[in-house]
């Protein structure tokens, strides 16, 4: 954490990516992020973004290319230091990736097993200063009087909310995000990327956050980049941007007018229209 | 761009509050909820059990290194098996397997109106109800070894009342799964049926049946696969079977023979598992609920049996053309499977009966004996044994809380590496399983008898062959388990950089939680039916007062002895599943 972050935080060239009996998921993207940037990924399901997600966190080792994220070649990189880098990246799951029948605050807790050493078997175990300050990131997200709720006792913006104090005891520097609200109904969804939006502003952070809502990712991001079949088509500054080039994205091979509709649908939902 | 401080509507979440340090402790303190409370009450209980327990049967760390190394000495006498009277010895397995297979039938056919009777949907009446579910509560809690034991006594030695036991005791877990599938089916088709103006009894069969039959299959099934394992033990008490065989070679000190005839039993049950797994997968499909926990992924057998179950659109009978004069379904398909299997089955019953040379009027004129030994085991009888039948209750309940501890410690970890998803690489995963395989194969009183004839009589033999039992089975239940957590949490605590290790102990052990502590209840329940019988052939407990009033006669003895038993097991099973209700 006292190293000086490089100016680019992310940076993918030539990332191909096929699954074993599958499509080419990703054929050659690159991408570069600079420090600071709020950055959307958009694109039908299936385009690539989840998978490209993956990869910045070394989740999934790609078939070519390189992956250079806080100065650290993800592809290279042994156990040791990959799991050096994951602690500096915060990423947050559209499906939360809680244990339901834990506690929140041991979920959250859960965020600074990058910082600790051997197993830990429930809360106590886990040592003071990181019980208050997972408590603090509770407080944070506005969770805090739910310390000792069971996870799956809490709505599903809740629970994402938990999923990001999780992801704050790990002070990321990079926060990757996949999906954060896709099953979520409107108004968490607002509270969840309120909360998120105010943490990326405060704490200063790198965001790549993929959403499938256009509207939202117009009113969040500082720049949109478009993928279609695992290929980048739209990379674009979010004040330079028409909607005909944002619905490019959505475009689907065979002519059929069911995805783009789709996104328009979800864009009506959202609050946050510019 | 958009100056983000637009975006920052007050929300009140998501900014920073001073949080007081002096609170902050208060808040860190979790309340004990009343739950809570409970849940460390009895956790506090069962490890004091184990610990008394531990004591009662005098089990020691330097008395199991030295029981291990008599298992050993005697392993060394069995090796190499020997198969000088192999002919005999598969014509007695083949008996084994065939008094299972009648066995499961009787239970079957007994139990299909209890289950009727017992189904709170499907009972004619409240008092109807609560008879049947007493026969099923009685026949679970009372061993088939001791019914078998009991029904030799009543008409002599053979294989009918080894079929009468198994069928009897087979009623308690056949009659209660049938219930409970009844009872979870959907009531709308019911009511639609009704509201056409179909009598109750109509309604029942077109509407209830149907949709409980893959629940009944999958419970015959794997009833079948739990008589064989007992079926070939029953021999001990001379009920017939492939048991009597070993126990003979191991009374004429003929260790190596024994071990041949060991190595029978385990070709033959595990063959049966094999193909009871398979049979369930091909003809429930991929339901996991109905096939069991049980059933083989990706196994030779599914893919063998996936030949005949052609669940293709092509094979969908729905599009295929018929005769519109007759309106027959036509003969493909599922329909055409269905049939070759049920034929298959009906085949296997008839050849069954006939390879005993047992008529099934002869199970009929046995009734009479069954019901009279029966009736004399009334009014129990307490003043000759009450002491020794007290005593030896809570020996067979120390085994089994030792007995289930001790297969934990060794089936936790063993389940962790039997499970794909968590298994440190392939080699650990497939040598675990190939353990369980080893294990599962040999059935727990013959592991006892083995232990017994190495280390001498007593609890101690009988409660580590019961620890050893569970291991095998409990493992196999947790590695299932583990299987299929949730793998979401797995990847989001590796995303914030944590360890296998740690991953382990944060998102796979919770969630592992709930079924490895039913599974353990489940075990409890198991090893004290089984303890309670372990006397039987010397291991201590109850079993060794019941065999000797047998023996005897004094069959109100044995009935005292059975209502202890009856009362231990149901009320322990009771707590259990109390236990398990809260944690769940």
Known sequence: MTQPLPDNVVQVSGLSKKFPNGPLALDHVSLTVPKGQLLSLIGLSGSGKSTLLRHLNGLIPPTTGSVEVLGTDVVAAGRRELRALRRDVGFVFQSFGLVGRLTALENVLSGALGRLHGPRFGTLMYPKALRREALENLDRVGLGDRAFQRADTLSGGQQQRVAIAR?????????????????????SSAQVMDVLFRIVVEDQLTVICTLHQVELALGWAQRIVGLRDGQVVLDRAVDNLDQDAVMDVYRRVEPGQSAMSGALMASTTTPRVA | MKPPEVLLKSSGLGSRIPSDPVHADDRLKRKLT??????????????????????????????LIAGFGDVQNLLGRMLPPRFSDLDDAIRLGFETLWMAVIGTTIAVILSFPIALG???NTTPHPAVMAICRGIIVLSRAVPDLIFAAIFVRAIGIGVLPGVIALGLHSIGMVGKLFADAIEQTDKTPREAVTSVGASKWQAITTSVIPQAMPSFISTILYRLDINLRSSSVLGIVGAGGIGFLMQANLRSLQYDEALGVVAVIFVLITIMEFFSAAVRATLLGGDRTLVGRSAPRLSLGAKLFARFSSRSKSNDVGVRPFNHETVRPPWVGDLRMKTIYGMAFVALIIIAFRSVSLNPGEL??????????????????????????????IESVAAALVATFMGALLSVPLGFMAARNVAFNRFVYGLSRLFLVLVRGIPELIIAVIFIAAIGLGPVPGTLALAFGTSGFLAKLIADAVEEINPTPREATFAVGATKTQEIATSVVPQAMPAIISNLLYALDINLRTSTILGIVGGGGIGFILFNALRVLELQTVGAVLITIFGVVYSIELLSGWVRKKIL
Request: without cysteine; charged residues 20%; hydrophobic residues 50%.
């Open chain 2, 364 to 393: 009929f004129g046995a009734l009479p004996d069954v019901w009279r030994v029966i009736t004399r085991l009334f009014p129990p009888d307490y003043t000759t044994a009450r002491s020794s039948i007290i005593d030896g209750m």
């Open chain 2, 118 to 120: 017992a189904a709170r």
């Open chain 1, 167 to 187: 992801t704050l005891m790990q002070r990321p520097r990079l926060l990757l995000a996949d999906e954060p609200v896709a099953s979520l109904d409107p108004e």
């Open chain 2, 34 to 63: 009343g739950d809570r409370l409970v849940m460390r009450v009895v956790m506090v209980v069962f490890v004091g059990a184990v610990i008394w327990a531990w004591r009662h049967i005098e089990m020691s760390f330097s008395g």
